[in-house]
């Protein structure tokens, strides 16, 4: 089930390409996650690490164009 805060959150990332690059920039899969959350929280978002691991786990979502 997709979680409507990552939905959105999702959309914001879409929308912004200097996060995109910021975010296809880490390759590190924890610092990624690190940086979603912190991300997230700077827009108002209460996304957690579990939220970004699970959403990632279910493959298929897109995080960039």
Known sequence: MLNTSFEKFRDL????????????????????I????ELSREHGFEL??????TEMRLGGRVWTK
Request: charged letters at 45%.
């Open 34 to 37: 690190a940086r979603v959350v």
């Open 48 to 53: 957690s690490s579990d939220d970004i691991e």
């Open 13 to 32: 990332v879409l929308a912004d390409e200097a996060m995109q690059k910021e975010l296809r920039g880490l390759s590190d899969r924890k610092e990624f």
